[in-house]
């Protein structure tokens, strides 16, 4: 039996258009939400990945540089000067650890601490913004969290 040429070509083009993409799906989407972010950050004077050190450090205050790059799935290399740069502003402390001087530990300071009360409102404006409910953002985020955790075994 012989298959269709047309119709072989037609199901491989569909595959290969740009709006059948995942890849597309979600880095388009990153767009959107790092615009959104940017604008809720502004007032904060926080850049994206900023804030996600942030919300490390107020769920586990004065925790090791490596903790913080393995909760964000980060390299060291790229953690290290935002860190430096968020000490400078005053938000966060370094400081080498007196058990092992190779881990640097890094703790909020009052300021620090005090921007999460600021910061509070800022997930419920993102749910908003995507417009959909909590529900299906938690399906989702489970959704995502899968994908990367299958990807992650991968590479």
Request: charged share 25%; aromatic share 4%.
């Amino acid at each position: 039996m012989q298959t269709d040429p047309a119709k072989t070509n037609s199901a491989i083009g569909d595959k290969m258009k740009l709006s059948a993409q995942l890849c597309f799906a979600v880095y388009s989407t990153m767009h959107g939400v790092s615009k959104v972010y940017r604008g809720l950050l502004k007032d904060l004077g926080l850049t994206y990945p900023q804030y996600l050190v942030m919300l490390v450090l107020w769920e586990h205050d004065r925790i090791n540089v490596s903790e913080i790059c393995n909760a964000l799935g980060l390299e060291t290399t790229t953690l290290t000067p935002l860190l430096k740069r968020m000490e400078k502003r005053g938000l966060i402390r370094r400081q080498r650890s007196a058990e092992d001087e190779r881990q640097v530990i890094v703790s909020l300071t009052d300021e620090g601490l005090a921007m999460r009360e600021k910061a509070r409102d800022i997930p419920d404006c993102m749910a908003a913004a995507t417009g959909q409910s909590e529900t299906e953002i938690a399906e989702l985020r489970q959704q995502l969290n899968g994908i990367r955790a299958s990807l992650n075994r991968l590479g």
